[in-house]
């Protein structure tokens, strides 16, 4: 990292259960639990809106009273100090940026940013947790602004996170499955070092030069206290 240029960082669902807020594929995963075809699919929101809107009104109460946790930090001052140029992430937590990181590309948008699918007017999310229509169209299809299945992904926020992690000499993927596509591509866009940080081994191992198995949190504080 200190020989580093241009380091980037790449983030999933794991950077954020030590700050309480379950991952997917894990072992108390939400994928455990509940079929995303179910809740998680545009094909969902139109078909079963109901039951759509009471599972992202569960994630968002859950996000309520939870806070960036040390690693998330960390990251922050990392980006302060120079030490990395930027994080693409997979979470829609907010939790990098309330954390303080400001180049910050969120691949898979932001559950707090609640809009209308009809008529794209901004929603709040009080509305939208009572279970309101839009109030500019009137029509029930408030939604957060995340990314479903069967989705575009932001193209901006792409676009950004393949230049930046094409251009690293350094990629940490911290927390992540590598199971959904496209954003699982873009650590092998990397033309330097690509290290992976997680709390299991994935294997893929021709794709990684180093893997650190342990968790996200602890990690980020060693390599702090290394620095
Ligand atoms: N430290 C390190 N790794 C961890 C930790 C931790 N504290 N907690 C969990 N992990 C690991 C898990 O073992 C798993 O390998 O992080 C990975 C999380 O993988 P997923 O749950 O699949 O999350 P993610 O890869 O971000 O999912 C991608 O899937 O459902 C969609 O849109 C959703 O953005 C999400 C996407």
């Known amino acids: 990292m200190k020989e580093s240029n241009n380091t980037v960082v790449f983030t999933g669902a794991g950077m954020d259960t030590e700050s309480n807020i379950p991952d997917f594929r894990g072992k108390d995963g939400w994928w455990r639990k509940i079929d995303p075809k179910s809740v998680a699919t545009i094909d969902s929101f139109h078909s079963n809106y109901e039951v759509f809107r009471e599972f992202y009104s569960t994630r968002l109460k859950l996000l309520k009273n939870v806070k960036p946790h040390k690693g998330h930090y960390i990251l922050a001052d990392f980006e302060k100090r120079g ?45 939208f947790l009572d279970g309101k229509s839009c109030s500019v169209c009137k029509k029930e299809e408030l939604r957060p602004a995340v990314v479903l299945f069967g989705e575009q992904l932001p193209k901006d926020a792409w676009d950004l996170a ?4 094409k251009q690293s000499e ?46 996200a949190k602890a990690v980020l504080e060693q390599l702090d206290s290394l620095i």
């Open 162 to 165: 393949y230049d930046s992690i």
């Open 170 to 215: 350094l990629l940490l993927v911290i927390g992540t499955s590598l199971e959904v596509y496209p954003v699982n591509q873009l650590p092998k866009l990397s033309k330097g070092k690509v290290v992976l940080i997680n709390n299991e081994d994935l294997g893929l191992d021709s794709d990684f030069d180093m893997k650190i198995i342990g968790k």
């Open 83 to 127: 030490i990395i140029k930027s994080i693409a992430t997979q979470n829609v937590s907010g939790l990098h940026s309330s954390a303080g990181n400001q180049k910050l590309y969120e691949l898979h948008g932001n559950i707090n940013v609640i809009k209308c699918e009809n008529c794209n007017a901004k929603g709040t999310l009080k509305d």
